[in-house]
């Protein structure tokens, strides 16, 4: 697991060490931010609205099955 880790940290450094040495670095890294909190928290809350909300644990698993078996 260690080989695993030290490859996961070595490529973080490269990174790391490249948006530093950029002189657009910082802005970079504050537009990669700011396009993952709007993908995963703004989109998420106004236009992926929990399908199985509401519903029993009963009507869960129906519908759940439903939906892995394709039946509607």
Known sequence: MSGLSDSIA??????????????????????????LFVMFVVLRAFFF??????????????AVGAALTDRR
């Open 10 to 35: 070595g490529v973080w450094r490269f990174y790391r060490d490249g948006f530093r040495a950029m002189t657009w670095g910082r802005t970079l890294w504050v537009i990669i931010l700011v396009k």
């Open 49 to 62: 609205r929990p399908a199985l909300a509401g519903l029993d644990e009963r009507e869960r698993s129906e």
